[in-house]
């Protein structure tokens, strides 16, 4: 789906993998989409430790998980989560969330804000870049 999108994909087998990826080039993404469940660390783990070595300067970081509920929507907002997304996901809603994410005005108001840190529990992980927008989806970002 994300290919459809016009996203250029990375894949990380597993959270630690994705934290070496971003660690090793945050300027190479956009976004980050992270699955909670993951081996060797999850990615609520994996945010957490993107954000502490980062802060700012690392990409926002999407939870895409089969997990739902309040209480994981706010384990994930302690975790430095710059959002939350259900799966399966809705191809219209995952690009406005893309769009929303990725949109000047987020990332200015996000460089602002001081990361959090919290380590929590929570297959794999995808960093995303778009170098032509997203895709033939007309959705304007919404407003913060």
């Known amino acids: 789906m994300l ?8 894949v990380a087998s ?3 993998e994705a934290v070496t990826m971003v660690k090793a080039a945050p300027w190479a993404y956009d976004l980050v989409l992270m699955d909670l469940r993951m081996p060797v660390m999850d990615g609520i783990e994996a945010t957490v430790k993107v954000r502490r070595e980062l802060g700012a300067a690392g990409p926002p970081v999407l939870a895409f998980t089969a997990e739902v509920g309040s209480e994981v929507r706010e384990v994930c907002e302690e975790a430095g989560f710059d ?4 799966k399966p996901a809705d191809r219209d809603a995952l690009a406005a969330e893309l769009c929303r994410l990725t949109a000047p005005d987020y990332t200015a108001v996000r460089a602002a804000k001081p990361a959090a840190a919290a380590v929590g529990k929570a297959k794999s992980s995808a960093s995303l870049s778009f170098p032509g927008g997203v895709g033939d989806v007309d959705i304007p970002p919404p407003s913060l």
């Open 83 to 86: 959002g939350f997304m259900s």
């Open 14 to 16: 597993h959270g630690l």
């Open 3 to 10: 290919e459809s999108l016009d996203c250029t994909v990375d």
